[in-house]
């Protein structure tokens, strides 16, 4: 489909959904790093919505960032339908934007779930959460496989996060310029501390599977009290605050500054992956010539 137009209307409705995110992620980290530093349990999504709801105008705001994840969702479907990546038709393109469909069907979920804490009826931010539908789920038929799949793929979430984080892969689609350049280091530790919190929550939910024990499953929260509970826990627990303050960032640098080639982004835009490339031939020219 890349052949196709996208409407016009898909970047701000990608900056809206990134945006989103990026206040989400923000929240959340403060609140890790307030428990690493003063003590308390380390909230998870919901406490950072609920503590989003909270503030002043802070019904307004929920809404507003419930509708930017539906955003990024409707952003997510569009990208895979009209390949706007240029991710391609083979095998490896057609699973990469496969992933692209699963992304959008979650955080639509996530949107009307953030518009259920708005209205009030949404549940804690702890483990709980996630024990109870993990025990819901076990009920049903072949209940046990689906939860065993689910932790696979939150599993092979945050690999995915950590690999792209320490690889550098982010910087495909990220224009290259002082901003991004000086962020970069935040950026990085960004994806791989995520990486790091989605794994947690993949194996202990894969723990849940394996053993029928729907109390064995962690959401975000319970992932970040379980690095908090290890030796020297609270400085890790620092550590990954900072780096999920610093997800928070990227996905704003994405909003701002993410490239998206089918969508009349210049060939002249540099990411910041080419500009890396750029400076590595640069440098091997110059020990060449000396």
Not at 93 to 121: D, K, N, W
Request: overall charge positive.
């Amino acid at each position: 489909m890349a052949d196709q137009r996208a409407p016009d209307w898909v970047i701000p409705m990608m900056r809206a959904g990134y945006s989103a995110r990026g206040l989400v992620y923000l929240i959340l980290g403060g609140l890790t790093m307030s428990a690493a530093l003063w003590g308390g349990d380390a909230e998870g999504t919901k406490g950072a919505l609920q503590t989003l709801r909270d503030a002043p105008f802070g019904q307004i705001l929920l809404w507003l960032v419930a509708l930017g994840f539906v955003c990024y969702g409707i952003w997510r479907f569009i990208a895979a339908y009209f390949d706007l990546e240029n991710r391609g038709d083979e095998e490896k393109g057609l699973f990469q934007r496969l992933a692209l469909v699963v992304t959008g069907l979650i955080h639509v979920g996530l949107g009307f779930a953030m518009a259920s804490v708005a209205l009030g009826v949404g549940g804690s931010s702890g483990g709980g959460g996630a024990s109870d539908w993990t025990a819901k789920v076990m009920q049903m038929p072949g209940g046990k496989w689906i939860v065993g799949a689910a932790a696979l793929g939150i599993l092979g979430a945050g690999v995915h996060y950590v690999i792209k984080g320490w690889k550098k892969k982010y910087k495909r689609y990220i224009q290259n310029n002082e901003t991004t350049q000086k962020l970069e280091p935040l950026l990085r530790w960004g994806f791989v501390s995520y990486g790091i919190v989605l794994a947690i929550v993949g194996l202990f939910l894969g723990l849940a599977a394996m053993n029928s024990d729907p109390s064995s499953a962690m959401g975000i929260g319970g992932a970040l009290d379980y690095i908090r509970g290890m030796t020297g826990g609270r400085v890790l627990l620092g550590v990954i605050a900072l780096g999920i303050i610093g997800f928070g960032i990227e996905n704003f640098v994405e909003a701002r500054y993410r490239i998206v080639p089918g969508v009349g982004h210049s060939s002249d835009i540099q990411s910041m992956a080419q500009a890396a490339k750029a400076r590595a031939k640069s440098t091997a020219r110059s020990a060449a010539a000396s």
